[in-house]
């Protein structure tokens, strides 16, 4: 194998070799045309983010500026919205389901590095694969750390760092992030802790 193909296995790899610097730059070109991009030009942005993600669903929005190593090895659902400042650090796999919402300065980690100094000075890094899945939102200042699984319907509190999985329906917060409790059908009627909704087009 060589070190790209060591990094998509989730092995240890070298960054600086077998092509990846200059994947990385073409990468942060088109990270720099986008983020640069006129808000007000919709369809142009609308075409760098496609072009900068391996795989994305219909009505996608990304606000910048954003940031992301390779771009290519993220695949985001349908109606996925990424708010201001969302980094994303794809160097493993990272999957996205449908109705994904991140708030501002959400990151999104498959990076990182050995433990003990002299194996981290080696220049050795990893990158193990991230999944989000369906329905979740991610407040605001989160940090989803490698290998981490977050499962339907969730909701992962603001300034939460997520170190192990999320099982499906659960509100999870803190550092480490851990579930406080699961979201059920008496869940539906609220819109802010006890503040019921006064419309009925709510579901």
Request: net charge negative.
């Amino acid at each position: 194998m060589n070190q790209k193909e060591r990094m998509l296995a989730g092995l240890p790899y070298k960054a600086w070799m077998d092509g990846l610097p200059e994947e990385s730059m073409e990468n942060a070109v088109r990270v720099f045309e986008f983020n640069n991009c006129n808000p007000a030009e919709t369809k142009r942005a609308d075409r760098l983010i496609r072009s900068i993600f391996g795989k994305a669903g219909k009505n996608i929005t990304v606000r910048a500026p954003f940031h992301c190593d390779y771009g290519k090895n993220i695949e985001v659902g349908d109606n996925f919205y990424a708010n201001f400042n969302a980094v994303i650090l794809d160097v493993g796999k990272v999957t996205i389901g449908n109705n994904v919402l991140l708030a501002p300065n959400v990151a999104i980690y498959t990076a990182g590095h050995p433990i003990h100094p002299d194996s981290r000075n080696s220049g050795y890094e990893y990158g193990i694969a991230v999944t989000i899945g369906d329905n979740v939102w991610i407040g605001g200042n989160s940090v989803i750390n490698p290998g981490v699984s977050i499962g339907n319907n969730c909701v992962i509190g603001s300034g939460s760092v997520v170190i192990n999985d999320i099982p499906d329906n659960s509100v999870a917060v803190g550092n480490p992030a851990r579930v406080i409790r699961k979201i059920t059908d008496e869940d539906r009627k609220y819109y802010f802790k006890d503040r019921e909704f006064d419309v009925n087009d709510y579901h």
